[in-house]
C-alpha cells in the first residue's frame, strides 16, 4: 500500500484544513487507515482511524474538533481539521494496516499501522 498526504499549509488558530491522503495498492475497505501527528520534540500520536467496517475512533484532544472519512471509490482518506489551535501544529501522517488481515481500527495502536506516508506538515500560530 502506497500512501501520498496532502493538503497541510498555515493557518490562524480557529481555522480549518482538510488533509487528503490518497492511497494506492490495495483497496481502502480491505484495511484500517489511521491519521497521527508529530510535533517537533515529541513522539508521534494517534490522532483518528476508521477501521474496515467504517467505524471511528479520535483521541479526546480532537474528538470535537477534527472529523476522519475516507471514500472507498476514490481510495482516499480525509481528516477534516476545524477549530485549530497552536498545540496542532506538527507533521501529520496517514497510515494503513495490512491488507486483509485483523486491524482493531485503534488509533493508539500505531503497531497495527505497517504502511507510512511521507506527511504533511500542519502550522497553527495564534
Known amino acids: 500500500v502506497q500512501l501520498v498526504e496532502s493538503g497541510g499549509g498555515s493557518v490562524q488558530a480557529g481555522g480549518s484544513l482538510r488533509l487528503s491522503c490518497a492511497a494506492s495498492?490495495?483497496?481502502?475497505?480491505?484495511?484500517?487507515v489511521g491519521w497521527f501527528r508529530q510535533a517537533p520534540g515529541k513522539e508521534r500520536e494517534g490522532v483518528a482511524s476508521i477501521d474496515r467496517h467504517g467505524r471511528t475512533s479520535a483521541a479526546d484532544s480532537v474528538r470535537d474538533r477534527f472529523a476522519i472519512s475516507k471514500d472507498n471509490a476514490k481510495n482516499t482518506l480525509y481528516l477534516q481539521m476545524n477549530s485549530l489551535k497552536p498545540e496542532d501544529t506538527g507533521m501529520y501522517y496517514c497510515a494503513a494496516s495490512l491488507p486483509w488481515r485483523y486491524c482493531s481500527g485503534a488509533y493508539w495502536r500505531q503497531e497495527e499501522y505497517q504502511f507510512w506516508g511521507q506527511g504533511t506538515q500542519v502550522t497553527v500560530s495564534s
Open positions: 495498492g490495495a483497496a481502502t475497505s480491505t484495511y484500517c
